[in-house]
């Protein structure tokens, strides 16, 4: 069983339009949104450029998940606590 991260643009109610075309995509046994920080964890054994070209036919922006992603989503949610210091 392959994990499947991706970068989605979710913009109003993306999630079902995902949802929807995931479906079709023969070898996906399992979908998880993170709408947030537009994450999608896809398991099974689906192709992964397949599965990115679904998405793009639809409409919908995507692209593999990356390391910059991840610093990205941290700064996005507001979950990176910033040290004050005084010097005075």
């Known amino acids: 069983m392959e994990t499947i991260e991706l970068k989605v643009d979710m913009v109003a ?3 079902k339009r ?3 075309c995931l479906s ?9 949104v993170e709408a ?3 994450k999608v964890v896809i398991t099974g054994y689906a192709n992964r ?3 990115v070209k679904a998405l793009r036919r639809v409409g919908l ?3 593999f998940w990356s390391a910059h992603n991840e610093i990205l989503s ?3 949610t507001g979950s990176v ?4 210091y005084s010097f005075f």
Do not use: P, Q
């Open 81 to 84: 606590m910033f040290n004050t």
């Open 18 to 20: 995902l949802r929807k």
């Open 61 to 63: 922006r995507a692209e």
């Open 13 to 15: 109610l993306h999630e």
């Open 74 to 76: 941290t700064y996005a």
């Open 36 to 38: 947030s920080i537009e």
């Open 24 to 32: 079709k995509v023969k070898g996906i046994e399992r979908v998880e």
């Open 49 to 51: 450029n397949k599965v």
